[in-house]
Each structure stands twice: as C-alpha cells, then as structure tokens.
C-alpha cells in the first residue's frame, strides 16, 4: 500500500554497509530523503547515487540527510555502489521489508519501459554498466522525503526502473 503525504513513516532499524545500525528515529528533527533501489550492479541505480553524491554537499548544507536502500546484500552494495565514495548511508536489505513497509512496488511494464529510456546511454557512458539482477528485477525505484517530525512530506513511486523523484522537488522540499 502506497504512503501518501501527512503520513507517519514507517519506522526501521538497519545496519548500513559500514556496520552502523541506522533508524528513523535517528532523523527526527532533521529533513531525510529515504530512496529505495533496485540492485547493486543497477545501472540507473548508480546513475542516481552518482547524481546525488556529486550534490550531497549542496544538499546537506541545506539540510538534507540520505539513505539508500538496495535490494543486494550489503557487502555487494559496498563492493559496487560503494566504490563511488558515497557520502551517505548505504543499506543492503535483501529481505525487502523495510520496502514493504514503505509500499515500494514491482511492474513487469515499468520494467521493460525502462530499457527504452534514454538514461540508459548516460549511465553507461557514466561507466554504470549492467551485472548480475538480484531480487525482484521488476522492482520499481521509490523516494519519501521525510520531515523533521518523520511524517511524510512527499512521497514519489516510479512507474519505471530508471526515474526517481525529480531533483526540482527535493530542492522545493528544502526551501
């Protein structure tokens, strides 16, 4: 079931990648982007954590906390998304039940849709190059952005692989 806005977050408590237990909790008073991936070896997945970390200092200078959810075990997620010196908590949850909490979806449309996208090209002129599909390969990126008090400021799910909430409204979110 999908979250909408004014909704309480779904708590969670996970050890990211460098073996830190991570909560919501932890974020109160502070504004969170909470993105959920496909894979570790996901091209556009990369393509994004790419994106966000060459503007993590901007958006951390406004405010902005991130953690990223991959469907891979966390020593893939280290192995492959962390060679891009990410700045940012990353977190390998095979067992997807933070994702069920969050509502995050699967769609065999969304799925093939995303192999025509034009995004393919910069990813793979990025060097994101396609490996090994772990998990639900249908499975849809999601994006909340969760405000100082947890709740829901705005939630966005993808309808194919390779989109993700637009950074113009993760920038609105912080003004």
Request: with cysteine.
């Amino acid at each position: 079931m999908r979250l909408e806005t004014g909704a309480a977050a779904p708590p969670f408590e996970v050890v990211d990648t460098t073996g830190t237990t991570r909560r919501l909790e932890d974020y109160r008073g502070q504004r969170l982007l909470l993105s959920f991936y496909r894979y570790a070896a996901c091209p556009y997945c990369n393509l994004r954590i790419h994106e966000l970390t060459q503007r993590y200092e901007e958006l951390a200078a406004d405010g902005l906390q991130c953690l990223a959810f991959f469907q891979s075990d966390s020593d893939r997620v280290a192995r492959i998304v962390g060679k891009q010196k990410v700045p940012f908590p990353l977190i390998g949850e095979p067992e997807r039940e933070v994702y069920a909490r969050y509502g995050v979806e699967s769609s065999p449309l969304g799925f093939v849709a995303g192999f025509l996208n034009p995004k393919a090209l910069v990813a793979l002129a990025k060097g994101f190059m396609p490996g090994k599909m772990e998990g639900d390969k249908r499975l849809l990126p999601a994006d909340f952005l969760i405000g100082p008090d947890l709740q829901i400021e705005d939630a966005f799910y993808a309808s194919e692989i390779s989109q993700h909430m637009p950074m113009t409204r993760i920038r609105s979110f912080l003004r």
